[in-house]
């Protein structure tokens, strides 16, 4: 079986640039989740899908960054315009169980460098 | 809300040494809590978790955590260190009960020295 897979898994782009990483989560988890990961700091939670809607995105730092789930299936991420502070490491997890004590499982991550 | 603290960001042990990586945790309810293990150019993985049920919880690769309410912590041992535990760990916690907002530590590079 699959994991989670994520593209790409390095991208690096100029200021001012758009960048948009997809995540395809395990065939049939409906919880599909994004953190990120700036150098050298925690793993933030940014926003939780469970199949296409919205279930909190109460950790997307601002307007420029945008989530979207099309069909319950994958996801993207765009940032658009990407600032240098964006820089990090963007994983992907989902999980089949709703409620804690259903195991994340994560991809490999997509490493952004915003220059 | 909830959290953890990681004590030490880098934490070197010998091969054939105990390993301890230290967690504390706050929480306004029982938590769950978890030890996720990336290693190099992979996902995170997870190693083991506390889920209310016993306070001894043993994961993968020979490591064990144990819940200490009132100690606040969750702090991970193996007995003996092998090469192949080089790896950054991390500490997570989220709420019992809830759907799964993860909250995690700032995470622990662990190196062995053969």
């Known amino acids: 079986e699959a994991g989670v897979t994520q593209f790409p898994s390095h991208s690096v782009i100029e200021k001012g640039q758009t960048v948009t990483l997809r995540c395809d989560p395990i065939?049939?988890?409906?919880?599909l989740y994004w953190y990120r990961r700036v150098m050298g700091k925690e793993i933030k939670f940014l926003l939780h899908?469970?199949?296409?809607?919205?279930?909190?995105e109460s950790g997307m730092p601002n307007n420029r960054f945008l989530a979207e789930r099309t069909g319950g299936t994958y996801s993207t991420l765009k940032v658009q315009p990407a600032e240098l502070e964006d820089s990090g490491v963007y994983f992907c997890?989902?999980?089949?169980?709703?409620?804690?004590?259903?195991?994340?499982?994560f991809g490999e991550g997509s490493r952004l460098t915003v220059l | 809300a909830q959290s953890v603290t990681q004590l030490g960001s880098h934490v070197s042990v010998s091969e054939g040494a105990l390993v301890l990586l230290r967690c504390n945790y706050s929480s306004s309810v029982p938590p769950y809590l978890f030890w996720y293990v990336q290693y190099p150019n992979q996902g995170l993985q997870l190693l083991l978790k506390?889920?209310?049920?016993?306070?001894l919880v043993k994961g993968i690769n020979g490591f064990e955590a144990e819940f200490k309410k009132s100690e606040t912590s969750f702090h991970l041992t193996k007995p003996s260190a092998h090469m192949s535990d080089a790896a950054e760990y991390f500490c997570?916690?989220?709420?019992?009960?809830?759907?799964?907002?993860?909250?995690f530590g700032t995470g622990t590079k662990l190196q062995v020295i053969p």
């Open positions: 997890a989902s999980s089949q169980a709703a409620g804690a004590t259903g195991e994340l499982f």
């Open positions: 997570a916690v989220t709420l019992s009960g809830g759907y799964q907002k993860v909250t």
């Open positions: 065939s049939g988890h409906d919880n």
């Open positions: 506390y889920t209310s049920a016993a306070t």
């Open positions: 899908f469970v199949k296409e809607s919205k279930q909190d």
